[in-house]
């Protein structure tokens, strides 16, 4: 499958963000290519107040339909909530969808930092802050039922 991937680069793991996209670009500046026949896929971990490029991956560009060819675009993807294109193939729409990722067509030309501002503002109110309450009243509730279990020196 890695045959086809001309250059890739793995920038951060993402641990801080919270969503992964992926975005179908010839410049990494703009969406403008079909999925299927991309020759560089962008993947960016989005948050509410950030954004952070976590991989870059050039594919060698190759005439045709290929299985070869899609499935190394779909490892990129792996773990993306969507992929930005200009257009995608119906049988290949319903692939994404069965591993999980929305295809989401957009104009050719598309900046990728206007469509990373836009899922920025569509976050739900206080969806991150929220998480991040249930982790600290997790860890509360750890360390209180910690200091109330005996300890026994020995």
Known sequence: MT???????HLAEG????LKVAFASGDHKRVDQHFGSCEALMVYGIAPDRAELLQVTEFRVEQGHSLAK???????????FAVFCVAVGESVFRQLLAAGVRAIRVDSGTPISQL????QQQWPEGAESGRRQQRRERQDDRL?????SDWDDE
């Open 70 to 80: 899609l499935e190394s675009r779909m490892e990129v993807i792996a773990g993306c």
């Open 116 to 119: 990373i501002r836009q899922l």
């Open 144 to 148: 209180a039922a910690l200091a109330a």
């Open 3 to 9: 045959d086809h991937i001309e250059r890739q680069l």
């Open 15 to 18: 641990a801080i963000s919270s």
